[in-house]
Nanobody, 116 residues
Framework: VQLVESGGGLVQAGDSLRLSCAASRITFGNYDMGWYRQAPGKQRELVASITSGGSTNYEDSVKGRFTISRDNAKSTVYLQMNSLKPEDTAVYYC???????????WGQGTQVTVSS
């Protein structure tokens, strides 16, 4: 099983980025997908999630700025990040969970740095 994130980088405050997470060797449509982030010295936190049925949930600080979506045909989940702020700086991780059978996978992370 592989989850490969891409799309991170260094941007200025107010810019946008789109993160992608491509999954392989899983039945993607069965999994709830999430984007987490971890800033230096802080705990990993859930940023956004999307269920296998397409329901979404967002952490309060990103509501209205970030959008999570999925393309089951491409086994890919996206995180569109607009109006980025320096406090969004973190390593962003993709997560796949199939709770019913107890499967949980993580990607390797992609760095997002927002300069002021």
């Amino acid at each position: 099983v592989q989850l490969v994130e891409s799309g991170g980088g260094l941007v200025q405050a107010g810019d946008s980025l789109r993160l992608s997470c491509a999954a392989s060797r899983i039945t993607f449509g069965n999994y709830d997908m999430g984007w987490y982030r971890q800033a230096p010295g802080k705990q990993r936190e859930l940023v956004a999630s999307i269920t296998s049925g397409g329901s979404t949930n967002y952490e309060d600080s990103v509501k209205g700025r970030f959008t999570i979506s999925r393309d089951n045909a491409k086994s890919t989940v996206y995180l569109q990040m607009n109006s980025l702020k320096p406090e969004d700086t973190a390593v962003y991780y993709c997560n796949a969970v199939w709770s019913r059978v107890g499967l949980n996978y993580w990607g390797q992370g992609t760095q997002v740095t927002v300069s002021s």
